[in-house]
């Protein structure tokens, strides 16, 4: 295939030169492993470049072909000279009718050619670059793309340009052409060059070992080399969606043999600790709990007993709207690890969140002669590195320990004796770092993960797809309805007198604002300085204050009072959104509602309608933009979780959804977390079908 344009019509870029001049010394080399070789053994790229290639995350001849355009410019069909102003993008094609290089001051130079398509002249200069007058002569017929910088004359400053010349195929003009993502010192022109000849020289290189299985399901799927081919060089655009989901299936099929045969050498390697139990503690649990499980609930709690009498440690993850019950579930799983002669630990990222859990836990199993322990940065009843913890740690009839914590749990000096269970609530806000290491103070414990905010069905699948998957998705008999509703600021007036005709009632009230002290913005409300206004509105009720910079005392006397029913209104920032649990709160009012993510307003709207009576969560906000009134709009139509987990990736995308902390993510070329969700089920089902080997 002739390199379009390097034989004449443009400067020769170093890659392309090579391969077209038929430079062996470093190909030779290449031929080894054609696509595991380092880039910089192909000729032209160097060590210089292959630096700022690796910033893209192309390192290998392989990843090259990886590395997928992330848009498309159309360039078939010439725009009209005349038909350009300035501002305007286009691409132009007639002959040259004039071109030169002009000498100007202080050494510098201009190259211009002046092209004639019928309706108008077309200048293209490019400053201090006087070779290029080697590559364009009168009489050539030229195609330009640029920018339109001036209307008199018409000029273009630095466009790409090639030349039409018989039998030659262009490479950045008259086609579909890709744009890629760039780093500094990578121009798009020549990454576009590299990519055209790493297409054509290693596309067939790339083993295509998964298209009899895709062939076998009876599907139309593209050979590989014909995916990257339609991928990067298009025919047309219509091309283009059907190559790149092909090769998003074959990366999410990998994934799912990475995931795999992760979990076949953990089963192999890794005996579990017996957790098989005799229902001494759990029978008295349950008669006690006062209520009966939801099918949901059994239906967990089933799957996760079965795994933790596995033959290898249990890794499961237990999914759960907001109410649904999960705590309950956790603790018969905890009760079967004590009664297996276990400890258990619980790890939440919160202290409101660990001392709910410790009051929840220690209602619960004190009457069972089991030790429930605190221990945060802030509270510690459980002298852990004292010479007599095992007496501290055991019950008085002998019975290992629950110990409720925080990030405090995950630090070196913080050890536990025999750890048979490790539960980590809301899991996301964890990194995989922290959770490896309150695993390793064990040997391989049981670990279930729980989170209240839905994971979307493709993280689930791809981040989370070494985790067995239990689901409650049924809320409990007897709740009482949430109405969730939007207001403008203007309706302020109304809506407090609303929240006071509901405490009148006997209710209680969350109101949240979205930051602890103002900031000068002028726009966002902060807790501090709203106090008193809302104490004025709601007046004669009392008004309690929670947020993150109080301490572990303040906040403690503030839930323990909210609790008790001496504050009727709770006015705090986000950090109520897990580990409040309070069944007579009925008001969830949140001002400045559009700066919250949709999981994050979903967690908060779950604060309430844990009780018998009817709920109202208002969400005021005032100028909104398109995203935030979106996030409104689907808040105030939609109840349930999941549907709102899947709104919330589409609009932040899994990056900022999942946090930094989630190095657990997927790096995907082509698939797409976002909407390739039966893709990624289809390369699961795949895998699952395929001979264990």
Same mark, same amino acid.
């Given at each position: 295939m002739v390199v379009p344009g390097l034989a004449k019509g443009k400067p020769t870029t170093g890659l392309a030169q090579h391969w077209l001049d038929g430079t062996t010394g470093a190909v030779s080399e290449v031929e080894k492993d054609p696509l595991g070789q380092p880039v910089a053994a192909l000729p032209g790229i160097g060590g210089e470049r292959a630096a700022r290639l690796a910033k893209l995350g192309i390192r290998t001849v392989g990843d090259l072909l990886w590395h997928g355009p992330r848009r498309y410019e159309d360039r078939n069909r010439p725009n009209e000279a005349k038909g350009l102003s300035k501002g305007d993008t286009g691409t132009v094609a007639g002959p040259i009718v004039v071109a030169g290089v002009k000498r100007m001051r202080h050494g510098k130079s201009l190259f211009e050619l002046i092209l004639d398509d019928g309706t108008a002249r077309l200048h293209c200069r490019w400053w201090n670059m006087p070779y290029m007058g080697r590559y364009y002569k009168t009489g050539d017929f030229v195609h330009v793309h640029g920018k339109l910088t001036s209307d008199k004359p018409r000029t273009m400053n630095h466009p790409e340009a090639e030349v039409a010349e018989e039998g030659e195929e262009f490479i950045h003009l008259k086609r579909v052409v890709p744009v890629y993502r760039l780093t500094d010192g990578i121009k798009q022109r020549w990454l576009r060059t590299v990519m055209w000849r790493a297409v054509d020289q290693f596309a067939d290189l790339e083993p295509d070992t998964n298209l009899g299985l895709l062939d076998a399901d009876d599907s139309h799927w593209l050979p590989l080399a014909e995916a990257f081919r339609a991928v990067h060089f298009p025919d047309d655009l219509g091309q283009t969606e059907m190559a790149r989901e092909r090769l998003a299936l074959e990366e999410f099929i990998r994934f799912q043999r990475q995931i795999r045969e992760r979990r076949k050498i953990f089963q192999a390697k890794v005996k579990a600790l017996p957790c098989v139990g005799d229902n001494r503690l759990m029978t008295p649990f349950l008669n006690a709990l006062g209520f009966t499980f939801t099918g949901a609930q059994q239906r967990a709690w089933d799957e996760i007993a079965y795994g933790m009498a596995g033959s290898y440690p249990m890794r499961r993850l237990l999914q759960g709207?907001?109410?649904?019950?999960?705590?309950?579930?956790?603790?018969?799983?905890?009760?079967?690890?004590?009664?297996?002669?276990?400890?258990?630990?619980?790890?939440?990222?919160t202290e409101i969140l660990a001392e709910q859990h410790h009051r929840v836990f220690s209602h619960w199993f004190s009457p069972l002669g089991i030790p429930v322990h605190l221990h945060t940065g802030s509270k510690k009843t459980m002298h852990i590195n004292d010479p007599d913890q095992a007496e501290l740690g055991m019950g008085s009839n002998s019975l290992p320990p629950l110990v409720i914590g925080t990030h405090a749990l995950v630090e070196e000096k913080f050890a536990l004796e025999n750890i048979g269970l490790a539960i980590i609530d809301e899991q996301h806000k964890f990194g995989v770092e922290q959770r490896k290491k309150l695993v390793r103070k064990g040997r391989y414990p049981h670990v279930l993960v729980m989170t209240a905010t839905p994971i979307p069905r493709t993280l689930g699948l791809t981040v989370y797809g070494d985790l067995d998957i239990s689901l409650i998705d049924e809320l409990p008999p007897g709740r009482g309805q949430v109405r969730t509703h939007i207001r403008d600021p203007e309706s302020l007036p109304k809506v407090w007198e609303f929240v006071r005709g509901k405490l009148a009632e006997?209710?209680?009230?969350?109101?949240?604002?979205?930051?602890?002290?103002?900031?000068?913005?002028?726009?966002?409300?902060?807790?501090?300085?709203?106090?008193?206004?809302?104490?004025? /509105? =709601?007046?004669?009720?009392?008004?309690?204050?929670? $947020?993150?910079?109080?301490?572990?005392?303040?906040?403690? #006397? @503030?839930? %323990?009072?909210?609790?008790?029913?001496?504050i009727k209104t709770l006015l705090a920032t986000s950090v109520i959104e897990v580990g409040i649990d309070i069944p007579n709160a009925t008001i969830m009012l949140i001002e400045n509602a559009d700066r919250f993510g949709l999981a994050q307003?979903? /967690? =908060?709207?779950?604060?309430?309608?844990?009780?018998? $009576?009817?709920?109202?969560?208002?969400?005021?906000?005032? #100028? @909104?933009? %398109?995203?935030?009134?979106?996030?409104?709009?689907?808040?105030e139509k939609g109840g349930d979780g999941f549907a709102l987990a899947e709104e919330d990736l589409r609009q932040r995308g899994p990056g900022e959804l999942l946090g930094q902390a989630q190095s657990g993510l997927p790096d995907f070329n082509f698939g797409d977390l976002i909407k390739d969700w039966r893709l990624i089920q289809k390369a699961r089902d795949l895998v699952a079908l395929e001979p264990a080997g």
């Open positions: 709207d907001v109410g649904s019950g999960k705590t309950a579930v956790a603790a018969c799983a905890a009760l079967r690890a004590i009664e297996s002669g276990f400890s258990v630990v619980i790890l939440a990222p006997g209710r209680q009230a969350y109101v949240v604002y979205p930051r602890v002290d103002d900031q000068g913005s002028g726009s966002l409300k902060a807790v501090n300085q709203e106090l008193e206004n809302v104490r004025q /509105q =709601l007046e004669p009720h009392a008004v309690g204050l929670l $947020h993150g910079r109080l301490n572990s005392a303040e906040k403690e #006397e @503030v839930i %323990d009072s909210f609790l008790a029913g001496e307003l979903h /967690q =908060l709207r779950g604060r309430i309608g844990r009780g018998a $009576h009817e709920s109202h969560c208002i969400l005021v906000a005032g #100028e @909104v933009t %398109d995203e935030g009134q979106r996030r409104l709009d689907v808040m």
